[in-house]
């Protein structure tokens, strides 16, 4: 293996990778919502959340879990 190939097998940084969990702030940016609303949606247990440590993450998926919960009731109302 050549040293060009083993500089262009370097890992993905960071930045590269999509996000598996999301700070509050983040998920709430998604939803279009303000935190003390995203903190609501956690407490109810409308938005999925995770605590690692002392820190409160979302799955990245959750808020469009969450929105599609949303419209499947609002079309059934």
Do not use: W
């Amino acid at each position: 293996m050549s040293i060009a190939s083993v500089e262009n097998a370097r890992p993905a940084e960071a930045s590269d990778l999509a996000p598996v969990l999301l700070t509050v702030e983040e998920a709430a940016r998604c939803l279009r919502v303000g935190r003390t609303t995203c903190y609501a949606l956690i407490r109810t247990g409308e938005l999925e959340s995770l605590t690692i440590g002392g820190l409160r993450r979302i799955p990245a998926d959750a808020p469009a879990a969450y929105l599609a919960r949303r419209r499947t009731e609002q079309r059934a109302a």
